[in-house]
């Protein structure tokens, strides 16, 4: 059977058009993903807000727990940082300083200093959606870069260190 | 060696279905036999496979990793069952299986007259059979073993073990999968170029199901959040919900629109793309749920290769339907004129405007992820923006539906309609005066939608109806019934939250409740505390409420399991909190809400349901 | 995957719901703002929920920010500045009217119109061959 050509069937192309469209964009999402829940953070180009102490950059600071699994994985790299004269100021979320203490000393201390957010209150300010979470802040005191979730390598945080 | 056969059977049906497709799409003398019994044996082949993982799961056999990270021994056999499709594996068996069940249906269907129709039809149902086979078999299968026997599994999570979950994923199936069959009906009649009102016959059938039991689907899955999410809410506007909503509403304009072609013979190409749109609609919920690109509530265990792959069977199959269509829609042009007021013009109105939000439920559902592809925002879309944006359209088209049915085909005649509308309109009138002197204003406009159309709808019974007309009378009351709940159950609700200790005594709107403590009980697989509250009035307590909050060791999750009491006009809805340790011992949280006429919505869902069954009886018989 | 494991987590505390009592305002009104402004915030950790919905302590915590505010007298619209300022849109369950999401909030208007014109023009087609 033979379809008759007409004026307007190019409206047929249409739905096949858009679908195509669709699914390339769905292509392009799955195959550049984003990391799970990772949000860009309005903080970057803004001074870091107050947290109680203030922060000479160039710094890294770093949320943290010791009931929290993942800060775990990423503490030796932190370690290695730190060696490597990278300052990292720790923000100790909803934890006991006893705690807190003992997980420093099991651990290793990569902290040049220790603030505490028993209630939360400055992660609310930095807009932090979880632990461990990290920031860099340059000389100037501004925000620069923000990680969700822990370094996944050594090399990450060096390269998260490196000012832009 | 149970599980080995089902493996096999699984594999045996990916060459049926081959042969299926095959055959049924090209032109040997010999294909129809071939064919029909193609789809038999794959029905059969499926349903043992599926047979040989429910065993499994029922013997509890934990070499197979489909079982051991699902199930345990402690599970009551329901859900041990139920198990089996509380999984990506195991539910992707089950698509599948629903699949074949529709093919089985289409080989055997009496109605379908033309032989060639049934044969390419069958042809792309099995070209829908091999690629999902496909993907089960070699990305998603539910039979590996492993060498090591663990003692015990790691059960479902506590929150799928209920009843009405248990049968919410096969109800559902039948719905999705089941618009596969309208789909293949609709492109081979695209292929053959017979689009007329003995197809939509045919077709009738296969909608009429597959609308029903996604109908029945969605209103078990709301209810299911109702009572074991804890807040009494019934829809979330979640990503996957929406999956579900959008082949609905493709659905029932697919099921209005069929009512045009069978008794004008026109909408031709609009029907056939309604019909390729909404099982297209199914196959974009399944790839969305399952890939991982919008994280939900909901989803499976999210793995990238799976969503390519499913990705990649979406856009062949919705490439393919939609390159039909570009091609063979002109030949199916009909010279239909509709005149402005008729029966005709209020169907099409009706499919407008369930596009209208079908179009905005698809939009808002993807936004966020098509906005950040383009690296423009992070965006959020939420029930806000879906309540803000949906109602405004649905409440003019609950209007329209009450019009629509008075109207007659071709041209509406001046008096009837016009007595008919006064009547509704003041019926409605009457109920919003009450509304307003009562006080009770909130979500007004809805109400008046709502009673206008169970008014209209009313006013249609008449002594003699044929099934038509008592499936459309019941489907719109059913309609307007259920938006009186949703309105009284979000709008109208009371709650009230509070620190209790046994003996106090309390009031929530018109009930009186007294706490009587909290004791420890023992299910099968979890401990719970459970709370004793009792409703009081003057002649003392005439009823308890036992609210718990479980805990299920094998999971290591708790659970909150609410109290209902439901009566006609509201109901009681109590839910246990934690110990508040600071108020004194044996001090309790206890939250109550009350949601008015919420017996309203699944009184609605069932009469459309119903409806819909009747739909179903009414095609079995015209067909002969 | 770590992020949705640290959600579980948080889950799996046998935290209370919705709304400790000790939570609430004292003043209904002012506790009523409160429960409105909350459904249209995203319980940032947890997939498409409110935090007035969400069981997560995160969710707490922003419930009990936003509480704070309304008791130092902000405004609704000054309490939404001061979360997009920590969270960005991202917390916004409904989405603001930009330039950037003029389609999504105009979809009704666009589809209705898109539909009714499709159908309008397919009906005129069919008035000019049905007179030649």
Redesign the interface.
Same mark, same amino acid.
Do not use: H, M, N
């Given at each position: 059977m033979t379809a008759p050509k007409t004026r307007l069937s190019f409206w047929r192309i249409i739905p096949l058009a858009v679908f195509i469209v669709l699914a390339g964009m769905l292509l392009y999402r799955i195959e550049n993903p984003r990391v799970t829940g990772s949000v860009d953070s309005p903080l970057i180009g803004r001074p870091l807000p107050d947290i109680g102490m203030a922060v000479k950059g160039p710094a890294i600071v770093n949320f943290f727990a010791s009931w929290c699994a993942p800060c775990k994985v990423e503490h030796p790299y932190l370690l290695i940082a730190k060696s490597r004269g990278i300052k990292i100021v720790g923000v100790a979320y909803k934890d006991k300083q006893t705690n807190i203490a003992a997980y420093l000393q099991r651990g290793g201390n990569p902290y040049v200093n220790v603030i505490y957010d028993d209630d939360g209150k400055k992660a609310i300010d930095l807009g932090i959606t979880g632990v461990p979470e990290s920031f860099l802040v340059d000389e100037k005191g501004i925000v620069r870069r923000r990680l969700q979730g822990p370094f996944a390598s050594v090399p990450d945080i060096l390269q998260f260190a490196v000012l832009p | 060696m149970i599980v080995e056969l089902a493996h096999y059977a699984l594999v045996l049906a990916l060459i049926a279905a081959c042969v299926q497709m095959f055959f049924g799409l090209n032109n040997d003398p010999a294909g129809d036999v071939v064919t029909n019994r193609a789809a038999l044996a794959l029905f059969g082949l499926v349903g043992a496979s599926f047979l040989g993982l429910m065993y499994a799961h029922v013997t509890s056999d934990f070499s197979v990793i489909n079982v051991f990270l699902n199930s345990h021994t402690d599970k009551p056999l329901l859900y041990k069952i139920a198990g089996v499709w509380g999984n990506h594996e195991g539910s992707m068996l089950l698509w599948i299986l629903m699949l074949c069940v529709f093919g089985g249906i289409i080989a055997t269907a009496p109605q379908i007259g033309d032989h060639l129709l049934r044969r390419r039809a069958l042809g792309m149902q099995g070209f829908l059979s091999v690629g999902f086979i496909a993907f089960a078999l070699f990305t998603s299968n539910p039979f590996l073993r492993s060498a090591i026997v663990p003692d015990n599994g790691q059960s479902l999570n506590p929150v799928l073990q209920d009843p009405g979950l248990a049968l919410h994923p096969p109800t559902l199936y039948l719905g999705y999968v089941g618009f596969s069959s309208v789909f293949s009906l609709a492109a081979a009649a695209l292929v053959t170029?017979n689009v007329d009102a003995a197809w939509a016959r045919v077709v009738k059938p296969f909608v009429a199901l597959a609308w029903l039991t996604l109908s029945a689907g969605i209103a078990l899955g709301s209810h299911w959040a109702y009572y074991e999410l804890?807040?009494g809410?019934f829809w979330?506007?979640?990503?996957v919900e929406n999956a579900s909503l959008l082949p609905w509403l493709t659905g029932t304009a697919l099921l209005h629109s069929l009512l045009v072609l069978e008794t004008r013979g026109a909408l031709k190409r609009w029907t056939i %793309?309604l019909a390729?749109?909404t099982f297209?609609m199914s196959l974009l919920g399944t790839?969305l749920v399952r890939?991982?690109?919008l994280?939900?509530?909901h989803a499976f265990a999210?793995d990238?290769a799976r969503?390519?792959f499913i %990705?990649a069977l979406?856009?062949i199959y919705?490439?393919t339907a939609?390159?039909l269509?570009?091609?063979?829609?002109?030949?199916l042009?009909t010279?239909?004129?509709?005149t402005p007021v008729s029966r005709e013009s209020s169907l099409?109105a009706n499919n407008?405007?369930l596009?209208?939000?079908t179009?905005?439920v698809l939009?808002?559902t993807?936004?966020p992820?098509?906005?950040?592809?383009f690296g423009?925002?992070?965006?959020?879309?939420?029930?806000?923006?879906f309540n803000?944006?949906?109602i405004?359209?649905a409440l003019p088209m609950l209007v329209f539906m009450g019009v629509g049915p008075f109207l007659p085909w071709k041209r509406a005649g001046r008096w009837t309609f016009k007595i008919q509308l006064l009547r509704i309109a003041g019926i409605t009138l009457l109920a919003v005066m009450v509304l307003v002197f009562t006080r009770h204003t909130a979500g007004i406009a809805g109400l008046a939608a709502a009673i206008w159309l169970m008014a209209a709808s009313a006013l249609q019974i008449r002594a003699k109806m044929s099934l038509k007309q008592t499936a459309l009378v019941l489907g719109h009351f059913g309609l307007g019934l259920a938006v009186i709940g949703m309105v009284g159950a979000s709008l109208w609700k009371i709650e009230d939250?509070?620190?209790v200790k046994p003996g106090d005594i309390f009031e929530i709107g018109r009930y009186t409740l007294r706490f009587d403590g909290v004791r420890q009980v023992e299910g099968p697989n979890y401990t719970a505390a459970e709370s004793s509250i009792a409703l009081i009035n003057s002649a003392g307590p005439y009823d308890t409420l036992h609210p718990q909050?479980r805990w299920y060791p094998d999971s290591?999750?708790?659970t909150?399991e609410a109290a209902i009491r439901l009566r006609p006009l509201n109901d009681l809805y109590v839910?246990l909190?934690?110990q508040d340790q600071k108020s004194g011992p044996q001090s309790w949280?206890v939250?109550t809400t009350i949601h008015p006429f919420i017996a309203a919505l699944w009184a609605g869902f069932a009469l459309i349901v119903l409806a819909g069954i009747l739909m179903l009886a009414r095609s079995f018989r015209e067909a002969r | 995957m770590i992020r949705i494991l640290f959600c579980l987590l948080i889950l799996m505390t046998p935290a209370w719901a919705v709304t400790n009592p000790d939570e609430k305002l004292a003043d209904p009104a002012l506790e009523a703002r409160a429960v409105s402004l909350s459904r249209e915030l995203r319980c940032v950790v947890c997939q498409n929920e409110s935090i007035e919905e969400s069981r997560a302590d995160m969710a707490h915590d922003l419930r009990v920010f936003v509480r704070q505010q309304i008791r130092d007298g902000r405004t609704d619209d000054e309490i939404r500045r001061a979360l997009k300022n920590r969270y960005g849109d991202f917390i916004f369950l409904k989405p603001p009217l930009t330039a950037r999401t003029i389609v999504l909030w105009l979809m009704p208007v666009i589809a209705m119109i898109v539909g009714g014109l499709m159908f309008l023009v397919s009906q005129h087609g069919r008035r000019r061959r049905i007179r030649r």
């Open positions: - | 170029g804890g807040w809410g979330y506007w979640d990503p %793309l390729v749109i297209c790839f890939s991982g690109v994280t939900s509530v999210v990238p969503g390519v %990705l979406l856009t919705g490439g939609f390159g269509y570009a091609w063979r829609a002109p030949a042009k010279l239909r004129l509709f099409i407008l405007l596009i209208t939000i179009a905005t939009t808002g993807l936004y992820l098509i906005i950040d592809i423009l925002a992070q965006l959020s879309v939420g029930a806000p923006y803000a944006t949906v405004p359209v939250i509070r620190v909050r290591e999750v708790d909150t839910a909190g934690t949280v939250r | -």
